[in-house]
């Protein structure tokens, strides 16, 4: 069956421009998060999805990222004047309706700002 | 606060050696899950075991086992016979009270001919 499906794949992107990163998870699959990968880091928490709603948002590094998920399946991840430090790469995963459920990623965004 | 220590950043191995990845966390949940997962130079990072706080048996899955003792709140993972497509980064990473996942820093194990 279809994994976490990114796209796109890699965006380059000047700075103070906007960007939106998209996520479609697997299918039946409630549970959605975002994640950022720096270079030699492990994934950071940005934003986690029960449904169509954030349960948890507490990631997010401040007011120029946002994410939505109107219909409880594809999400979207928005990056507002984008700068340098947000280049990385952004990971999606989604899992099953239940605590401690294994996340499944996709093979990510790699954001570059110029 | 919920942190995962990898305190080895790279291993480098020969091919067929015996390799140990070691995960240190900690967490004020009396209730919490532990992952292991492996990012190859593909870039996805890839499920390998779930252990729940209450279950300290070990696990074997063919050259992978896994060593969780939760007096040391420490969860080891050990590759058996190491190959060259077990090169990628592992992360150890644990979830309590919440849906978020918390990751270490990841080791770079490499494996060689």
């Known amino acids: 069956g279809a994994g976490v499906s990114q796209t796109p794949s890699n965006k380059v992107t000047e700075k103070g421009k906007y960007v939106e990163l998209r996520c479609d998870p697997i299918?039946?699959?409630?549970?959605l998060y975002w994640y950022r990968q720096s270079l030699g880091q492990g994934p950071e928490f940005l934003i986690y999805?029960?449904?169509?709603?954030?349960?948890?948002d507490s990631g997010l590094p401040n007011d120029r990222f946002f994410a939505v998920r109107p219909e409880g399946s594809v999400s979207t991840l928005k990056i507002q004047r984008t700068e340098r430090g947000d280049s990385a790469v952004y990971l999606c995963?989604?899992?099953?309706?239940?605590?401690?459920?294994?996340?499944?990623f996709g093979n990510g965004t790699r954001l570059t700002v110029t | 606060a919920q942190k995962v220590t990898q305190a080895q950043t790279e291993i480098s191995v020969v091919e067929k050696e015996d390799v140990t990845l070691d995960c240190v966390y900690e967490t004020r949940d009396t209730t919490y899950y532990l992952f292991w997962y492996k990012q190859p130079p593909s870039g996805e990072l890839v499920f390998l075991i779930r252990?729940?706080?209450?279950?300290?048996q070990n696990e074997i899955s063919g050259r992978y086992s896994w060593n969780f003792q939760k007096s040391t709140s420490s969860f080891n993972f050990t590759i058996t016979a190491s190959q060259v497509v077990d090169s990628a980064v592992y992360f150890c990473?644990?979830?309590?009270?919440?849906?978020?996942?918390?990751f270490g820093t990841g080791t770079q194990l490499k494996v060689e001919l």
């Open positions: 995963a989604s899992s099953l309706n239940s605590w401690g459920s294994p996340l499944h």
């Open positions: 990473a644990l979830t309590g009270g919440g849906n978020k996942l918390t």
């Open positions: 252990r729940n706080s209450f279950d300290e």
């Open positions: 999805f029960q449904g169509t709603g954030a349960a948890d």
């Open positions: 299918s039946g699959h409630t549970a």
